[in-house]
């Protein structure tokens, strides 16, 4: 939509922001006093009261702030770590026995550089089944992590990963194949 100016706004729709009002009140009073141990089901309870789609036996920090529950999609025994920020305009989602540990970020919104207007572009965020991404890490919109992917510790992913692979660094390159010993 255009100003008087002629220069393009970013508009959000009105249903989105009373939804995230009401999330933000809900999660200071519902959600982040519980600490995670004692009330893991209380917690896993308010976030799918909020749309979020949870598989059995996953765990969800209470301290982590996750911005639109009703685009989380988490698999079996799937867990994200303390503090972490979860910035969902589109779908997040881990696949099972996959982990995110403590303070990273995932972002699926960006603007648009290409425009003078920089409207909100986003994508969603995958990680595989059986991927860890290790301690504040950034992972960008439109990433997919692929399945028993590690992606080191305060990496930046801003492309895909391979399944199977190790990724580190910023911005994150392949550091070596992951081969399990079984």
Avoid at 34 to 48: A, E, G
Avoid at 52 to 79: D, F, M, Y
Avoid at 138 to 146: C, E, N, P, Q, S
Avoid at 159 to 170: A, H, L, P, Q
Wanted: net charge positive.
């Amino acid at each position: 939509m255009r100003d008087s100016k002629g220069i393009y706004q970013n508009q959000i729709k009105k249903s989105e922001l009373f939804k995230r009002a009401l999330w933000l009140v809900a999660s200071f009073i519902l959600f982040r006093p519980f600490p995670t141990k004692l009330f893991r089901k209380w917690n896993l309870f308010v976030l799918r009261m909020f749309g979020a789609r949870i598989g059995k036996h996953s765990v969800v920090h209470s301290s982590c702030r996750i911005q639109s529950p009703w685009n989380l999609i988490l698999g079996k025994n799937a867990c994200i770590g303390p503090y972490c920020v979860i910035e969902n305009d589109a779908v997040v989602e881990l696949k099972d026995n996959s982990v995110v540990s403590q303070y990273s970020y995932l972002c699926t919104s960006s603007h648009d550089i290409y425009h003078l207007s920089h409207d909100l572009v986003y994508s969603p965020i995958t990680v595989g089944e059986n991927a860890w991404v290790a301690a504040g890490a950034f992972i960008g919109k439109g990433v997919t992590i692929g399945d028993g992917a590690v992606v080191a510790a305060r990496s930046v992913v801003v492309k895909n990963v391979d399944n199977w692979t190790i990724v580190g660094g910023n911005p994150s390159m392949f550091i070596k194949k992951r081969i399990l010993d079984c």
